[in-house]
């Protein structure tokens, strides 16, 4: 039933924990990490009024009203990356459901590989199984291409220069970057997973704030 539900809004369930009890977390026995349902999730989002009226962030105000529809539906709590301060720690709950650090610090998941993304995190009060979780996609990479992908060295196993990141996109040179992070799509993984370029260009053009 959930998964059905969340389908309908072209997402899905990306990984999930059962949580301590803890401040995010009392009263509830399931998370489940929610992220775009690719390939179809573009077309679906582009028709929504949140893309259509093109005011700012409106993928967050998308996920926003789609989700806590859902929770309610549910009988849940939503939590967005947006949220805060204090921020829900996303990458810590990432880490304990269904991805990994890749060798240059971005998450891994098995299916999405570099392109790991989440819309919100769902809290159920009810108990529900889930999944055993996937090996390391990194561990049976050979070559690791992300560790040399970056044109200009911003992304590598030894940090991210964001501040350079930034400027080379946002220079001449350096815009076939709008069309995707090389370094994400470097990944064998995330080559397959079926990511719509243009949801790329959306997500970097909102990154150098364009």
Not at 39 to 66: A, C, I, N
Not at 173 to 179: D, K
Request: net charge negative; proline share 9%; hydrophobic share 35%.
């Amino acid at each position: 039933m959930i998964e059905s539900t969340l389908q309908k809004h072209a997402l899905t369930i990306v990984g999930g924990f059962h949580p301590p009890d803890d401040e995010w977390f009392t009263g509830y026995q399931t998370a489940l990490m929610i992220g775009p349902d690719e390939p179809e999730f573009w077309s679906h989002f582009t028709q929504q009024p949140e893309y259509l009226d093109g005011l700012p962030d409106g993928m967050d105000r998308f996920s926003k009203r789609v989700l806590q529809q859902v929770a309610e539906k549910l009988g849940g709590k939503v939590y967005f990356p947006s949220d805060g301060p204090p921020y829900p720690p996303f990458i810590q709950w990432a880490l304990k459901s269904s991805c990994y650090q890749s060798p240059v610090g971005l998450l891994v998941h098995h299916k999405a590989g570099l392109f790991t993304s989440f819309r919100g995190v769902l809290a159920l009060s009810e108990f529900h199984d889930l999944p055993l979780p996937h090996d390391n996609p990194c561990d049976s990479c050979v070559n690791q291409p992300c560790k040399t992908a970056c044109p200009i060295e911003a992304l590598t196993p030894s940090g991210y220069d964001v501040a350079a990141c930034k400027t080379y996109i946002g220079s001449k040179v350096g815009s076939a970057c709008l069309s995707g992070c090389k370094v994400r799509l470097s990944c064998p993984v995330s080559q397959n997973f079926g990511r719509v370029k243009a949801q790329s260009e959306f997500h970097m053009k909102a990154f150098v704030g364009e």
